[in-house]
């Protein structure tokens, strides 16, 4: 089952149509021995008027589920405006650690002519 949500709807609407969906998904989780953490659980809206400021009460049990205007997906980090700026200056920070572990361990092995 899919949960959609229709931006035309008020806020009690989604909180509610959104809490029975993630009900629906805590009951299948529990029929196969799983469980959802909600201090890992993010909501992000992509399009409408909700925001950080005007988040959703959605629940995992007792537990809020938290909004973020940042979110990883499959690795891949993104803003509620679809933007990978984030996760480009990311990617380039993890290259420029490795390129200097690189070059660390090429002076290691074949002396200061390696950076030359």
Known sequence: RSCYLDRRQTS???TEKANKALERLSLWANERKL??????????WLIG??????????RIGDLKVKMTTVAKYFGVTFDQERKFSDHLAEKAN???GLFSRLLSKAK???GDWATR
């Open 49 to 58: 008027s909700l925001t950080a400021d005007k988040p959703l009460d959605l």
């Open 35 to 44: 469980t959802f953490s909600a201090g890992k659980t993010q909501t992000i």
């Open 108 to 110: 290691s092995v074949t």
């Open 12 to 14: 009690p609407e989604l």
């Open 94 to 96: 993890d290259s420029v």
